[in-house]
């Protein structure tokens, strides 16, 4: 019979999986789907245009940097190193020592990075698809670059951890 420590270890574990393949799923297909509608279309605006589907295909890293490296370099720091950093943080995630914010946090990371090592290993040129873009028009600041759902599962698990360190700095 499992302890109720095992008991709870596996329900974390259960849940860490189950939001992680949703997270890449959601991803993937959302990827899928702007291949499919947006790749050779002009894009498509909302509110006035401050919301737009746009079709990019991002050869570098945030923002598009490591643009311009060769693919073998790009796939050795985008894929390879991300990948051990991923491996990495699924580690820290099994470990029993963060709270629960910490543990989603980790998992949104880790199911963006995933989401876009994905693309960066199934796409020729190792690229990742990127489709969502914010201009709230009122200063050139105020833009973003283009991005995809993996990238918003990276920015809410990034805020999630600030917010939480924040919390425990305000404590001590």
């Known amino acids: 019979m499992k302890s109720t420590f095992?008991?709870?270890?596996?329900?974390?574990?259960?849940?860490?999986?189950?939001?992680?393949?949703?997270?890449?799923?959601?991803?993937?297909?959302?990827?899928?789907?702007?291949?499919?509608?947006?790749?050779?279309?002009?894009?498509?605006?909302?509110?006035?245009?401050?919301?737009?589907?746009?079709?990019?295909?991002?050869?570098?890293?945030?923002?598009?940097?490591g643009g311009g490296m060769s693919r073998s370099t790009r796939f050795v720091i985008f894929g390879l190193f991300v990948a051990i950093g991923l491996a990495f943080m699924f580690w820290s995630i099994l470990k029993d020592k963060i709270t629960n914010v910490e543990r989603v946090s980790y998992t949104f990371i880790l199911a963006g990075g995933i989401g876009n090592v994905i693309d960066r290993l199934t796409h020729d040129n190792g690229h990742v698809i990127d489709f969502l873009f914010i201009d709230l028009k009122f200063a050139s600041w105020a833009r973003t670059g283009v991005f995809n759902l993996a990238d918003v599962a990276i920015v809410i698990g990034v805020i999630l951890l600030l917010s939480t360190a924040r919390k425990k700095s305000s404590i001590s």
């Open 6 to 65: 095992e008991n709870l270890f596996t329900f974390k574990m259960i849940s860490v999986i189950v939001m992680l393949i949703v997270l890449v799923i959601l991803d993937q297909w959302t990827k899928y789907m702007a291949v499919a509608y947006l790749r050779y279309a002009e894009p498509i605006y909302f509110f006035e245009g401050m919301f737009q589907l746009i079709y990019a295909e991002n050869p570098g890293a945030f923002l598009g940097m």
